[in-house]
């Protein structure tokens, strides 16, 4: 299952899916988008180090779903095809980073690369 991303107004929205919802113990996130660092598409990250899962699933090439610590970093998972993830970096929110699969990679990333707030430099 994927996940869904959209834009509403001034906020990044991340629909959990399906029976994912079960596994993540989330079905829908919320991110300010002067929050959103930026999106990446990133096939390799699969191979990451998860990090202590609390809670989620974790089934090894099958499902990583829920929120894991790693390195003092929370991170929400929500990946079964690694190679149709998306990387969503955030600052000053509970998680560091959103890890998930979607239907399309790189027109997620286009749509949250376009919508996010840039700091000043």
Do not use: C
């Not at 598409?41 to 899962?53: I, S, T, W």
């Not at 969503?88 to 949250?112: F, G, H, S």
């Amino acid at each position: 299952m994927t996940a869904e991303v959209s834009i509403a107004g001034e906020t990044l929205i991340v629909e959990v899916r399906g029976l994912d919802k079960l596994w993540a113990l989330k079905s829908r996130l919320e991110i300010p988008l002067v929050n959103v660092a930026g999106a990446t598409a990133d096939p390799g990250v699969g191979r990451e180090r998860k990090g202590l899962r609390a809670p989620g699933t974790h089934v090894p090439g099958v499902i990583t779903s829920g929120t894991f610590h790693l390195d003092g970093e929370k991170v929400f998972w929500n990946v079964h095809d690694p190679n149709r993830a998306v990387v969503i970096a955030l600052r000053d929110q509970t998680y560091a980073r959103l890890v998930i699969e979607v239907e399309d990679p790189r027109a997620t990333v286009d749509l949250v690369e376009h919508a996010i707030v840039r700091p000043p430099q």
